[in-house]
């Protein structure tokens, strides 16, 4: 069974190496793929150094968005053979000790969401204006989709191919949130068996945060109009 962790990359050279060796030494078996947006603080250039059997990076001409970057990872490591895919973001907010929940409980379904909600709140050190839009937004994306997860606005998550596969992935147009959101309800629209397993969020510790207003605008705006988008191939 082949694992691929895809994460993308814009200007995380303080995190990406950390993350990196705590992933290899944890999971030597794990494939890593960093999809990397021509980050101007060479960040490309640093996992280009690292390159070995399980790590690989795929330079992207430009940024475009959380949400294409990650496309464009989901589809080099279904044409690379993977069986199981991880998402993560690289700024050490998502604990890779995780990784194995989702393995385990991957077998038994198609998508694994790590949830900061799903046991109370479990974030650390965020502003709790940041909490707030975080909560507000799962609770609107919930009345909007007619879902019942609980964080559907996260970013650690695990899927299988098939759950993959059963995706038109171009017609996923969204980023941040939106993006993730937009996922969460083309797994469910597309009869797919989810389950949330508690994870612990910290805040990012170097670099700064990519979440804006645009960013949060784009979910309010697109979320209600999932319902009458068709998702299959």
């Known amino acids: 069974m082949k694992i691929v962790c895809v994460i993308p990359t814009y200007n995380e050279k303080e995190n990406i190496i950390l993350l990196v060796k705590k992933i290899q030494q944890l999971y030597p078996d794990i494939h890593i793929l960093i999809v990397d947006d021509n980050s101007p603080d060479g960040t490309g250039k640093i996992v280009e150094k690292m390159k070995n059997e399980h790590l690989d990076v795929l330079h992207r001409s430009k940024k475009e968005g959380l949400g294409r970057a990650y496309i464009s990872g989901f589809q080099k490591a279904l044409k690379d053979g993977a069986d199981i895919i991880i998402q993560m973001d690289a700024d050490l907010s998502h604990d890779p000790l995780y990784i194995k929940d989702f393995i385990k409980h991957i077998e038994e379904n198609d998508v694994v969401i790590g949830s900061r909600y799903i046991d109370g709140v479990s974030i650390v050190h965020w502003p709790l204006s940041r909490l707030i839009i975080s909560c507000l937004g799962n609770v609107y994306a919930r009345v909007m989709t007619g879902m019942k997860i609980l964080d559907l606005t996260g970013g650690f998550k695990c899927m299988k191919r ?41 805040k990012r510790v170097w670099g700064t945060s990519h979440m804006t207003k645009r960013i949060v605008l784009e979910a309010m705006l697109k979320t209600p109009f999932f319902r009458f988008k068709r998702y299959q191939k």
């Open 162 to 202: 098939g759950a993959l596969e059963s995706i038109d992935l171009q017609k996923i147009k969204t980023n941040g949130y939106g993006f993730q959101v937009e996922m969460n309800y083309a797994f469910w629209k597309n009869g797919m068996k989810i389950k949330e397993t508690s994870i612990i969020f910290y």
